[in-house]
């Protein structure tokens, strides 16, 4: 074991999960989250947790089964329709699959519960770092509060403010931007869109224009109506007051399936823009023995893939393993964690892109069908 101080800029699922597994070591972690405590329940949306990356740490913390009782199998079910709404591809889920559901909030209160107080830190938004003459990390906040570190893990998302001491890259707009709604109550409010949308995720794939549903565990659909847009073409969208916002979604969807257009009309006046970006597929950094990344800070991907969490949750688990075999040695530990992160996340990374491409085909429903029924395949045949 290493006496070395660790301090995680961050506190979302990814550093999180990684001071858990850290303190679970003995070792002297602490988290520094520019936010409050109720950062991750107030962000929302529901995440499926992959039983082969996202749930290894969870399982490591002995977290599984609390974990396990928490997340909604049932949130599987998977439907495909294209704007007209035929139905490509509808799958509901049965027993306990491979990726259950659990609302964001609520992943990160279960990690959350178990770090001792002491160690998180909200109100702490990283500024600046720079290394010592005996090879330590002296980070300042915004606050002016400055701590001395052996080792800094830089878990500050998509804008990371700690990339930039290892790399001089600029994010990629993928050219695709999200208005996002919210059915609330929908069990009860609209018991139409709750049978049509079932218990999971609906994806209504129409070339430029998608919609897409997702049941969360609040009983609200979150919607994602994503265009094909210019970076700045969001900006028009953002300068409408709601009804307007509303008016001009559904004239620009006025082709759409009546059914599909109930994730717009039904939504309330919970609204956020988001345009996606991502890092370069197979991003690297210049090694350094006392700083290094996880999560959307070391491989931002689009959300087309559903792995950005994991990836996160498996990052800590790969460093914090890489940590526990050291002995001490931070140097060797950061470069054993980076080689193997850089191979899984290219790969998820080429997935996402991937499937972003497919999701905007003119055939995207049909081909993303394809797609879910090969993988349906697959794993009918590993199972006999
Ligand atoms: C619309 C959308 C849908 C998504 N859907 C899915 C999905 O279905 N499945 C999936 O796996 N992934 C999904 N993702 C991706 C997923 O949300 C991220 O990959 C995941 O949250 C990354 O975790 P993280 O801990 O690395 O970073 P984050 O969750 O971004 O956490 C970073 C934390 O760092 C804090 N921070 C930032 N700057 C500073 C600073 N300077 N100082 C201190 N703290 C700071 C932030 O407040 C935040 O709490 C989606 C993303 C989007 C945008």
Known sequence: MTNKRIGIIGGGPGGLMLGLLLQNQGLDVHI?????????????GS?????????????EAGLLDAFKALARFEGEDTKIVDKYGKLYFEEDAEGEGGRPEIDRGELCDLIQNKIDAERIHYGYEFNNMETLDDGRVEVNFTNNETEIF?????????????????????????????????????????????????????????????????????GRIVVYVAYQLDRDQL?????????????????????????????????DENIMFRRIYRLPIGFQWQHQQNITLIGDAAHLMSPFAGEGVNMAMYDAYMLAQAIAASDGNLDEALNDYEQKMY??????????????????????????????????????????
Not at 47 to 59: E, N, V
Not at 239 to 245: D, G, R, S
Not at 360 to 366: K, Q, V
């Open 150 to 218: 052996d080792l800094v893990v830089g878990s500050d998302g998509a804008f990371s403010k700690v990339r930039p001491f290892l790399a001089d890259t600029d994010l990629i707009y993928t050219g695709v931007s999200f208005i996002e709604l919210s059915v609330p109550d929908v069990q009860t409010k609209y018991p139409d869109l709750a049978e049509y949308n079932k218990n999971g995720k609906m994806m209504g794939l129409g070339g430029d224009q998608l919609i897409l549903g997702q049941l969360n565990g609040d």
């Open 32 to 44: 520094y989250e520019k936010a409050d405590r109720n950062v991750n329940r107030s962000r929302g």
């Open 235 to 267: 900006d028009e969208y953002k300068a409408l007051n709601n009804e307007e916002l509303k008016a001009r979604i559904l004239e620009e969807y006025q082709d759409w399936d009546e059914d599909l257009l109930k994730y717009i009309r039904y939504s």
């Open 47 to 59: 995440l499926d947790i992959h039983h082969d990356t996202g749930q290894l740490p969870l399982a």
């Open 343 to 384: 191979a899984s996340s290219k790969e998820r990374a080429q997935e996402s892109q991937d499937n972003l491409e497919l999701f905007f085909r003119e055939d995207g429903a049909e081909v993303m069908a394809n797609f879910f029924i090969e993988g349906q395949e697959m794993l009918e045949e590993a199972d006999n």
